[in-house]
């Protein structure tokens, strides 16, 4: 496994791949990996011969500077962790935000036809520019043929989705199933930082959201909310942020059931300062 600090020596090696035609594929990270990263890289090795992992904290894209401080950079693991899938296809890329940003470590501007406005663009303001700008630069500095993102990150994907359409990337988005704790909790890097006593509670917030698509189908979009509301308000350890039933495309709000359109439950919720995000297809 090859590991790359500095984007020129990145790309002198990624030139002979591409002399060999081999495709290249992307895993962006921002590190602390577990095995849900494994399966996006997994998966990626068997569509591309190459398959290269960012691991990159990104400040762009944080709107809370205590967030980004605690976030957990654990490079030393992060490679052990790649390392037990023995693949010597793989190669990593972590370089430090000079070589991402050049001149300037700042987020550009873009407008996603309203997407960056729903669920978490109304409360992490220009969260989505970070995101879209270090995507943008990894996917010029790499040029990859396809790209990998999970789907707990859905708003994530769709963000994504639209930024190869409006800049004329010439790259496959693969959005991946969400890989799950045996009690349902979506797997994160988030979740290292809750004690046992939120570890414990946590769980509840994929049991409501299992109890929401039953709801889903014989109840209007509104009062699946309210329900879902009602419960986090009886909930000690969890702050409910938002939970939001929005079409799978435009991620607007759903007020009233379509059979044509697909829908999907998004939630945010607080443990202590620990904020988690999951969501779930409804039909």
Known sequence: MRVYKLKQDLQAHLKKVLELQNAI????????????????????????????????????????????????????SDLKLLETLKNSNIIVYAPEASDVYQDEITAQSFSFDGLEHEMEGEFRKGHFNGVATVVKNLFEIIKPHNAY??????????IVRKLVEITGFDINIIGCPILRENDGLAMSSRNGRLTQEQRNVVPFIYKTLKTAKVKFGTKSANEVSEWVKSEFANHKLLALEYFTIANETTLKPVKRKNKQNKCRAFIAVFVGDVRLIDNIELN
């Open 25 to 76: 594929g992307l895993v962006p990270t921002m590190g602390a990996l577990h095995q849900g990263h494994l399966s996006l890289v997994t998966t990626a090795l068997k569509d591309n011969e190459v398959v290269v992992v960012s691991i990159f904290v990104n400040p762009t894209q944080f709107n809370n500077q205590n967030d980004l401080h605690n976030y957990p950079r654990t490079l030393d």
């Open 149 to 158: 993102f999970g789907e707990k990150d859905f708003q994530q994907l769709q």
